[in-house]
């Protein structure tokens, strides 16, 4: 069956970095674009980045842009998030999934507090 494992999270300073991995298994993840979603406490669940098949086009929530990279190796089924000049906002499980499915991982914390 389809399994997606984040990892990676964790508690950082303000201005730290961190990065996230999502392996996935169970689908042809080499076909299949990836998304990083995130949510915080008491609020919904966003959407972060996005990445194609290729890893040619990538998209990002404007809240992170310019400190977030989203990317892939389709080689080791894995999505990866680094997370540059983290903010306290930044705080919140972060999700990856499979787009076009409802394909969830169960998460990973992260908390940017000093």
């Known amino acids: 069956q389809v399994r997606l494992v984040e990892s990676g999270g964790g508690l950082v300073q303000p201005g730290g970095s961190l990065r996230l991995s999502c392996a996935a298994s169970g689908f042809t993840f080499s076909t299949n674009g990836m998304s990083w979603y995130r949510q915080a406490p008491g609020q919904e669940r966003e959407l972060v980045a996005s990445?194609?098949?290729?890893?040619?086009?990538?998209d990002y929530a404007d809240s992170v842009k310019g400190r977030f990279t989203i990317s892939r190796d389709n080689a080791k089924n894995t999505v990866y998030l680094q997370m540059s000049s983290l903010k306290p906002e930044d705080t919140a499980v972060y999700y990856c999934?499979?787009?076009?499915?409802?394909?969830w991982g169960q998460g990973t914390q992260v908390t940017v507090s000093s």
């Open positions: 999934k499979r787009m076009g499915y409802q394909h």
């Open positions: 990445i194609n098949v290729f890893g040619s086009v990538r």
